[in-house]
């Protein structure tokens, strides 16, 4: 199954973020199970290397573990532009992606999630 998850909250928003990120590493642990992330908005600041590293020391999880468990990480190209946060900040799997691919994600997904 096919699963996306689409964050639009910042690191120090409501906590839907976190939510998300938990649900996300919860469903790579399920057999047979695809994971996208796709950051937007203020949510890209989540794969920004200080802030993942900083999530990490907290709680163990984020945007790397994601990645290491075997997630697939996109971060709108344009959020990033619009808060002048250069790919180079990005952690390690984490890559910038146009909207297309966004849409390609949710075309190919059984399902769809929004935080």
């Not at 919860?26 to 993942?52: I, K």
Request: aromatic share 2%; hydrophobic share 50%; with cysteine.
């Amino acid at each position: 199954m096919e699963i996306l998850l689409i964050l639009n909250d910042g690191p120090s928003d409501v906590g839907r973020s976190e939510a998300a990120l938990q649900l996300a590493a919860a469903l790579l642990r399920a057999e047979g199970a695809v994971v996208r992330v796709y950051l937007s908005n203020d949510a890209v600041r989540l794969a920004t290397v200080a802030v993942a590293d900083a999530r990490a020391e907290r709680s163990g999880s984020g945007i790397t573990g994601l990645v290491n468990a075997g997630a697939l990480v996109a971060v709108s190209d344009s959020a990033l532009r619009e808060r002048r946060i250069p790919s180079s900040d990005l952690v390690i799997g984490a890559e910038p992606a146009a909207l297309s691919t966004l849409a390609a994600w949710c075309l190919g997904s059984d399902r769809l999630m929004v935080f």
